[in-house]
Every structure is written in structure tokens, then in C-alpha cells.
């Protein structure tokens, strides 16, 4: 009997916080969402948000943005966090890659300007080289480099992580048995680092479907995505209904996501 | 008759200052089962990675039925190992684990299935093609790791202490069934262990090593009964090791009298020790005795009984007697010329195998 108690004493701060920081705010999203601006209850917003072609084109908008920010990231980070686990000062260069994640998003963001800009870092060295100047700032280009920079070690931490744990003698079994380095890496390390894709995939693709700072400041607000829109209408056009709706699409697209890339149960039962 | 498939000729491995192969010298030949046996840290698997590709060996050359090898990869290497930890691949089931080795070679999908399932009839794991590799029992992965490894028919089979994660009753079985799967498939076997009666129970050839060198190497009946040293006389089987002189050829000193004996070819009063195995000491009475002791203890050991005790010069003698002892009691133990082996200190095995050859062809 004490010992349940105590058990249960275990789990009052983790409920409260989940009552508090993260089921209340959902449930008030949620509520938000059917009423319209002037406070009376509504489906109206769920209406505009599937009937009006501008926020499904956002959202496609959202999302494809969001891949190609999580596949270069995924791109980039993968070898190196492989090439970093056969590194000699592997915890050194680690700290160097996660250095960078303790500066404020709006800090980098602006040092992003400073380089992209006119007469920026880059500008002048092509202009060194006799390349005219060219526009960086607010294009697309830009958009998606500043985003990958910023998310590249979310997406190395679990990578690197996974092929850490990864047991050495799988690879010599594999390599025992015939297979060259390249087959070992799809048959063997890759799916047995797979975990660690899927965990650096959550941890990158949601939160770029919903980047908002940098659409504006690199991305000049040409690029819109629903992050950009939520920001609008709570704070500009104050239309909290309609901001708490794409807050809910965005969250079912989480759910979406963590069920895509989560652990699915093996086929066929365990026997006896 | 039989060929040399394997040798290793003149191999040195360092790290830095530490030398862990010292001149090893092995020839592996077709159909036989070898064993490289030691203790901890004496090399073994030193010595399978230097054949299976996974070591560069600082000097020396392995062969491949005459072919230097030195410089071939593992992937292409003739040799299939089960290693001590098995290493089955936990992202596939029995039967993908088996296959792992014929789909890279991309053979038929036919032939792949064909040769999994017989390879897994082989150790008798019919029927488990489809369980995960989380669902075997220790006894049944290591018939996985088995039948992954033969399933690709290499010339020799290396097995890093396979047996080592099983218990003991387990472990007696799998060692029927490792030998009789080695004489039912020809394939040569280099046996890995640091149990020295699994050694003697498996092997057609066993390799003492210690710190890093092959102290001897022979069938199991010649290491047990002719021992090159101490070490091997101590790590093989259980043994009396009292130190004498040697009189003459065939007259031998120890415990202060002289015993006939069976062995020559030393110089005259060359210090030497004397090996007696404890099964070769019978109990009798003291006048009759050619050694006098004073039972200390005794233990039953089901079809013996294991005695300790000790000499006038507190020499501790082990003594395996079918008839039991009393504590403190005096007793003569007495012995054969023949169950006496006399071993010269600090010999080679190349002038210890000439001495022998000399003195028994006469
Ligand atoms: N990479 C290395 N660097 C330095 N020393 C090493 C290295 N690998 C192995 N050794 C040393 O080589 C010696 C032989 O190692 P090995 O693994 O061959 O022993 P073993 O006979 O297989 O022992 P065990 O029965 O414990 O498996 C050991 O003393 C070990 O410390
Ligand atoms: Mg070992």
C-alpha cells in the first residue's frame, strides 16, 4: 500500500505539468477555434480554413517547405554525424556542433542578414571575384539555408546517438559474411540507425512546418507558411479563431507525423 | 594426404610496446578440428582476426592454400566466423539472418530458400525461420550464428567461444553436436575456448597458448600425456608437478629417491620437473608406498574420490582414488615408471618433438 502512494507522489509534478503546459493549452486551442472574431460559437473557421484555396495552398506551402528543410538537413547530417563517431575528439566536435543552439534564434537570424545582405560577407567577397552582387536576402534559397543551419543539430544529437549504441560486431558479421562497405551500410547500420532518423525527423519537420521569425526576416515574407499565419492572426488581425484552427491543423499534423516515423509493432506473433 | 587450407607463418602482432603475437606458427589442414585454447588475454582471438581479415598482423604472412592473404578484406576472405557474441543482425528474423550472406552473393531466390532451410535443418533449427532473434533461447542463437556462418560453405569455420555464454548442460550438448555437425560436413573447424576439457573432448589438434605464443601443439592425448612445460602440464587436466633430477636416461630424482621412468635425452643431473596426473597415484600402504603423505581432505566427486595431501616437505599431492581415505591418515602412494613424465625447463617444442622422436624410435 505505502509503496503505491508513494509511487503516485512520484507522478503529481509530471501530471500537473502535463495538465498545465500541455493538454490545457491544446483543449483552449481547440475551443478557440470555433468562435469567430466577434465571439460568437462557430464552424465557420474550419469552413473558411477548407474552402478558401489560400490556407490549403499554406499548408501544402508549410509542408513542402518543411521537407526540404528536414531532407537536406537529414542529407547533411547523416554523414557527418557518422564521420563524427569515427572522429578522434568526438565530444569536442560534438560541443562545437551544439554550441550553436544555446544562441538566440533571433541573434543568428540577424547575423544571417548581415552576411546575406547587399553589401553583406558574401556580396563582397563575389564581388572580390569580380561576380556582381547578387540577392540572398529574402529569397527561397536563403529561407530553406538559414532554416537547415538552424536545425542541423537537432537532427545530428539522435543520429549520432544511434550509431553510437550501434554494436561493432554487427558490422564485422556483416562484413564476415561478404558484404562490402557499402552493402553493410544499407543492410545493416542504416536500418539498425534508423531510430535515430526518426527521432531526429520529429524533431526537425514539426517545428519547421510552423517557423514564423525567419519567414519574415530572411525569408522577406515571401515564403508564408502556417506558422506565418498563426502569427498574423493573433497579433495582427486578431482573429484568434481563425489562428487557433490552423493551431489545430498543425497539431494533428504532429499527431500525423509522430505515427508515420513512430516504432510499429513487428508483423506476426510471438510464439508461445 | 590432406592439405594445408590455412598457415600462418612468422606472425607478430604489437600495439604500441605491447607484443600480444609472438612468432606464431599454425598450419590448418582440410576436414580437421582444431582448437587454439589458453587463458584470458593469451591471443586467441588475436589469431582468428588475423585470419578472417578483421587484423593487420605487424609481420609474418597468412596463407590461403598458399596464397598470401595479408592484404585481402574481410569481405573477401574464404572463412566464415561465429563470433562470441553471435552478432545476429536483431532487425532481421532466423531466416534473413541465415540468408544475410546469399543475398549479397545475389543468388537465386530459389536456391537462397533451399540452401536456409537445410542449413537450419543442419542444426536442427527446423521450423524457426520465422521468429525474431529476440525469441531464441542462448543455445538456439548460437545454431543461428552456426548455420549463418556454414550456410555459405567457407573452407574453415572460425568459432570464437561459442560455447561460453551456455550453461553447463547446454554446453555438454551443443559440444556432441558441434563435433558431429564438423565430421558430417568435412568443413575444418578452428575452435576457439579457454575450457580445457572442451578442448580435449573436441579437438583432432589443440594449440596451447599463453602470453601471446603457441606453447604446444598436438592431438589431445599427446598434450595431455607429454606436456612441454609447466604451463601446459597445469592449464591441461589436473597434475602433480614436483621438481627433480635427471640421473641418467630412463632414472629419474624426486622427494629425495630415484624412480625409474619412461623418458631420456637429458643431459646427466639436468634439473627437470615431473608431471604426475592425480588419476595415475593409487593409494596403498606406507612400506609399499614410493611417496609417504598425510590425506588433508577429500572430496566425493561422484566416480572418485579427490584427495589432498601432503608429502614429509609439504608438497601438496592431488590424488584421484577409487576407494576412499581418512583425514590425517598416512598413506603410501604409488605409481607406475611410466605414469611418471619428466619435463626439461624452458625446452622448444622443436627440440622437445626431436627428443622425443629420438628416444622412441629406439
Ligand atoms: N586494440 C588493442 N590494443 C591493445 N591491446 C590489445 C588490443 N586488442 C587486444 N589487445 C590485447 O591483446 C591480448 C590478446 O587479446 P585477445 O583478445 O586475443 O585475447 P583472448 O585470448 O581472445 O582472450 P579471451 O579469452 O579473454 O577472449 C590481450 O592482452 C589484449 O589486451
Ligand atoms: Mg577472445
Known amino acids: ?272 | 594426404m590432406s592439405q594445408t587450407i590455412i598457415e600462418l607463418k612468422h606472425v607478430n602482432k604489437t600495439y604500441g610496446d605491447t607484443v600480444v603475437l609472438k612468432d606464431i606458427n599454425i598450419e590448418i589442414e582440410q576436414g580437421k578440428f582444431y582448437t587454439l585454447l589458453g587463458p584470458s588475454g593469451s591471443g586467441k582471438t588475436t589469431i582468428l582476426r588475423a585470419i578472417n581479415g578483421f587484423l593487420d598482423v605487424t609481420s609474418g604472412d597468412v596463407l590461403f592454400s598458399g596464397k598470401r592473404v595479408n592484404d585481402i578484406p574481410a569481405n573477401e576472405r574464404k572463412v566464415n566466423t561465429v563470433f562470441q557474441d553471435y552478432a545476429l543482425f536483431p532487425h532481421m528474423n532466423v531466416f534473413e539472418n541465415v540468408a544475410y550472406g546469399l543475398r549479397i552473393q545475389k543468388q537465386a531466390k530459389k536456391d537462397i530458400k533451399a540452401r536456409v532451410l537445410s542449413a537450419l535443418k543442419m542444426v536442427r533449427l527446423e521450423g524457426y525461420e520465422d521468429r525474431e532473434i529476440a525469441e531464441l533461447s542462448g543455445g538456439q542463437q548460437q545454431r543461428v550464428a552456426i548455420a549463418r556462418a556454414i550456410v555459405l560453405e567457407p573452407a574453415v569455420l572460425l568459432l570464437d567461444e561459442p560455447l561460453s555464454a551456455l550453461d553447463a548442460k547446454l554446453r555438454k550438448d551443443m559440444q556432441y553436436e558441434l563435433r558431429e555437425l564438423q565430421q558430417r560436413l568435412g568443413i575444418t573447424f578452428l575452435f576457439v575456448t579457454h575450457d580445457q576439457e572442451e578442448a580435449l573432448a573436441l579437438s583432432d589438434e589443440i594449440f596451447v597458448m599463453n602470453d601471446g605464443e603457441v606453447q604446444q601443439s598436438g592431438t589431445p592425448v599427446d598434450i595431455y600425456d607429454e606436456p612441454i612445460n609447466h604451463f601446459v602440464a597445469d592449464f591441461i587436466g589436473e597434475s602433480n608437478i614436483v621438481s627433480g633430477y635427471m640421473i641418467e636416461d630412463y632414472l629419474v630424482e624426486f622427494n629425495g629417491k630415484q624412480f625409474e621412468c619412461a623418458d631420456a635425452g637429458m643431459r646427466p643431473h639436468e634439473q627437470v620437473e615431473v608431471v604426475l596426473r592425480p588419476e595415475d597415484l593409487d593409494l596403498t600402504s606406507v612400506d609399499q608406498g614410493k611417496v609417504t603423505v598425510t590425506v588433508d581432505t577429500q572430496l566425493f566427486r561422484g566416480d572418485y574420490y579427490e584427495i589432498v595431501a601432503y608429502d614429509g616437505a609439504k608438497n601438496e599431492w592431488l590424488i584421484h582414488s577409487t576407494n576412499p581415505a581418512k583425514d590425517g591418515d598416512t598413506v603410501g602412494l604409488t605409481f607406475d615408471p611410466e605414469d611418471i613424465h619428466v619435463m626439461r625447463l624452458n625446452e622448444s617444442e622443436e627440440d622437445f618433438d626431436a627428443r622425443l622422436e629420438r628416444y622412441e624410435g629406439e
Not at chain 1, 575528439?89 to 541573434?107: D, M, V, Y
Not at chain 1, 562490402?180 to 536500418?191: A, D, E, H, N, Y
Request: charged share 10%.
Open chain 1, 1 to 272: 500500500m505505502k509503496k503505491n502512494t508513494t509511487n503516485l507522489a512520484f507522478y503529481v509534478p509530471y501530471g500537473l505539468w502535463l495538465g498545465l503546459f500541455v493538454i490545457a493549452p491544446v483543449l483552449l486551442i481547440i475551443y478557440q477555434s470555433f468562435f469567430d472574431i466577434a465571439g460568437h460559437f462557430t464552424l465557420g473557421n474550419y469552413a473558411t480554413y477548407f474552402e478558401s484555396g489560400t490556407y490549403i495552398l499554406m499548408t501544402l506551402n508549410s509542408v513542402v517547405y518543411a521537407f526540404i528543410i528536414t531532407a537536406l538537413t537529414l542529407l547533411i547530417s547523416y554523414p557527418a554525424a557518422y564521420l563524427l563517431h569515427y572522429t578522434k575528439h568526438k565530444q569536442l566536435w560534438l560541443l562545437l556542433i551544439i554550441l550553436p543552439t544555446w544562441i538566440n534564434l533571433l541573434l543568428k537570424a540577424y547575423a544571417f542578414i548581415g552576411i546575406f545582405s547587399q553589401d553583406g560577407g558574401i556580396n563582397s567577397f563575389l564581388g572580390m571575384m569580380g561576380i556582381g552582387p547578387k540577392q540572398f536576402l529574402f529569397t527561397d534559397f536563403s529561407f530553406i539555408f538559414v532554416a537547415s543551419y538552424i536545425e542541423i543539430p537537432f537532427m545530428i544529437l539522435p543520429i549520432f546517438n544511434a550509431i553510437e549504441e550501434l554494436n561493432e560486431g554487427f558490422v564485422n558479421a556483416s562484413r564476415d559474411l561478404g558484404a562490402k562497405s557499402w552493402q553493410t551500410f544499407t543492410k545493416v547500420i542504416l536500418p539498425l540507425t534508423m531510430s535515430g532518423v526518426k527521432a531526429g525527423v520529429q524533431a526537425v519537420f514539426i517545428p519547421s512546418l510552423s517557423l514564423f521569425m525567419l519567414t519574415r526576416l530572411i525569408g522577406g515574407n515571401r515564403v508564408i507558411t502556417l506558422g506565418t499565419a498563426i502569427e498574423e492572426h493573433f497579433l495582427v488581425t486578431m482573429n484568434w479563431g481563425m489562428g487557433s484552427t490552423i493551431g489545430v491543423v498543425l497539431i494533428l499534423a504532429m499527431f500525423l507525423i509522430m505515427f508515420l516515423t513512430g516504432e510499429r509493432k513487428r508483423k506476426g506473433g510471438r510464439a508461445s
